[in-house]
């Protein structure tokens, strides 16, 4: 079994910064492929970034429109991933979920479908 726990979400300005953690409170995220998705009311969920396993190469996938501002990287001493996310915009605004697929496939092949385990996810609101 595998508890995800999200964190670092909250109120920024346009073109400000947060950092969201995705924290396991129990087993190891080193075999597991970790995935972050949003979500808004009303619309689809979307994958925005993935780290394959370190049993892999944690080689990184960017959704098109967060390329060049959101940064994944992994912590495995700490059971940690984190989404470093800069220069924000209104349209970042959503729910988002950190999630593991215990895979050692490409990020490039995963979707929502792959990944057994969910955080509770954590509110980002980017607004004036």
């Known amino acids: 079994q595998l508890q995800l726990v999200e964190s670092g979400g909250g109120l920024v300005e346009p073109g400000g910064s947060l950092r969201l953690s995705c924290a396991s409170s129990g087993s190891t995220l080193a075999p597991f492929a970790i995935s972050w998705f949003r979500q808004t009311p009303g619309k689809e969920r979307e994958q925005v970034s993935c780290?394959?396993?370190?049993?892999?190469?944690?080689?990184?996938w960017y959704t098109d429109s967060v390329k060049g501002r959101f940064t994944v990287s992994r912590d495995n001493v700490k059971k940690t991933v984190y989404l470093q996310m800069n220069s924000l915009k209104p349209e970042d605004t959503a729910l988002y979920f950190c999630a593991a697929a215990l895979t050692v496939r490409p990020c490039v092949t995963l979707n929502g479908d792959d990944h057994r385990f969910w955080g509770q996810g954590t509110q980002v609101t980017v607004s004036s």
């Open positions: 780290i394959s396993s370190s049993t892999r190469d944690e080689k990184t």
